[in-house]
Structures are given as C-alpha cells and as structure tokens.
C-alpha cells in the first residue's frame, strides 16, 4: 500500500484503471458462466425468424416509424416555433402558449394520441374518417410542438440583444429582426437538443398503436410485438431493436458532434 502512495499520480490513475477493467471482466465471466446460452439463443436471437421478417422489416415498419417521425418532428418543430414566439411575446396569447406547452408537457403521450384517435371522432361526426395514422401523427405533433417549443425558446433568448438592435439600427422591423437575423442564429443554437428530441419521438412512434393500425401501416414496435405472437419467439424483439439503434446511433453521435462544435466555450 506504501508502495502504491509513492507512485506517481499519473501511474496510479493507470494501475487504477486497469484494476477496474481486469474486475469488469471478472463481473461478467462469473455472471455469464451459468446462463443458459443456447435457450438464449433460440427463443431471443434465432436467425431463421429474423430472416422471415426480413425484408418487410425495413419496406414496412422502419419506413413507417421514419415516416411518422419526420411528420411529427417538422409539423412539431414549426408549431413549436409558433409557441414559442407567442411565449416569448407575453400578453394573452403568451398566457394560451404557456397553458399549452404544460398542459401537454404533463400528459403522457399515449393519452394525447388516444384522445385525438378516438375522442375528436365521436365529439366530430364530420371528423368520423379520421384513419389511425392520422389521429397519431396528429398527437405527436402536438405533444412534440409543447417541447420544441421550450427548446426554441431558449435558443431565442440565448441571442445577444445585440444582434436584434443591431438589425433595428439598419431599418428592419420587429417581424423582419426576429425571422432574418434572430431566429436562423437561435435555431443554430438549438440544433443539439432538436437532435436529441427527434430521437426521442423516433421512439414515442410505437405509442401509435394505440390508434389502430392496419398491417400496412404498422411501426417497428407494432410490427415486431405482432411477429412475437406469430413465432412464439423474442427474436423479433431484438430484430426492431437494431433497427433503432441503427437509426438512433448515428444520431446521437452526430448531436454529440454537433454539441461540441457550436459550443462557444470550446
């Protein structure tokens, strides 16, 4: 132990680190040993199963779910905008934005869509053909406009008052400062988090099945829970599961990148 003290600080935090890794292994070799990896093999990663779903997988329910997020994602970001520049500009309809961005921040999702699929419908007998998809898309918009919308807002007030007096000494309006020089640099701000929240809703698409779906329309989660019934297998599971990650990785690692380029402190 004496020996270890003297060390210098840079050679301790390396034997430090190696001891942490060489217990690491140890930790899972004495957890893998008795797992019974055959049976986990069969009923979760069976190759056979995730070649039958293949390629409707990718043709249907990742296209659908990339489908729904886009849709959600840009008819949220631009309402979201709107929230925020009522928010922002306080009165009555900065009263309507903020009762909206928490009213719809405290909700779970699933009771949006479920509200917009099935209520809307009986309370509008015009409304009565609106289609599953439509009434989830039409949720997630809503739920993802409330927290875009914070997100937008604090990009807005993150721009130097400087630029906006800046470009009212040159003759703009208040509308024309706030589209032309105060929005495109408080959007450059926000890129990150915007990242990070299409990521988030890529997933909050599974909650649209509580819409009602037809096979043609179903998301990775719908499509994949329906396969589990069909084979009686876990496989098709993990099969979704990397199509998440294969979208959702190189997401974050691009918000991560992104992060770290417009952070002026770097």
């Known amino acids: 132990m004496a020996a270890f003290i003297h060390l210098r600080p840079t050679t301790r935090r390396r034997l430090g680190r190696w001891a942490t890794y060489v217990l690491a292994v140890v930790v899972v070799v004495v957890v893998a040993l008795p797992v019974n990896w055959p049976e986990i093999g069969r009923l979760f990663f069976n190759p056979e199963i995730a070649a039958k779903m293949w390629p409707t997988v990718v043709t249907v329910a990742l296209k659908n779910t990339l489908i729904y997020t886009f849709a959600g994602f840009v008819g949220g970001t631009i309402f979201g905008t709107v929230l925020a520049l009522m928010k922002i500009g306080r009165g009555p309809f900065g009263a309507f934005a903020t009762a909206y961005i928490e009213f719809f921040r405290g909700i779970p999702m699933l009771l949006t869509i479920f509200a917009i699929a099935f209520m809307i419908p009986i309370a509008f007998p ?25 997100i937008i807002r604090s990009g807005i007030q993150a721009v130097p008052p400087g630029q906006a007096e800046a470009a009212r000494s040159l003759g703009m309006s208040s509308l024309q400062t706030m589209f032309w020089v105060v929005l495109p640099q408080g959007f450059r701000i926000v890129i990150p988090p915007l990242t990070n929240e299409f990521v988030m809703l890529l997933k909050d698409t599974s909650l649209i099945f509580i819409a009602g779906l037809m096979v043609t329309e179903k998301e990775l989660t719908t499509f994949a829970r329906d396969d589990v019934s ?25 918000a991560g990148k992104l992060e770290k380029k417009l952070d002026p402190k770097r």
């Open 126 to 150: 015009g409304a009565s053909q609106l289609s599953g998809v439509v009434g989830g898309v039409i949720g997630l918009i809503m739920v993802t406009a409330a927290y875009t919308a914070e």
């Open 230 to 254: 069909k084979y009686f297998n876990a496989t098709p599971l993990m099969v979704a599961a990397a199509a998440y990650l294969v979208v959702t990785l190189p997401l974050t690692w691009m």
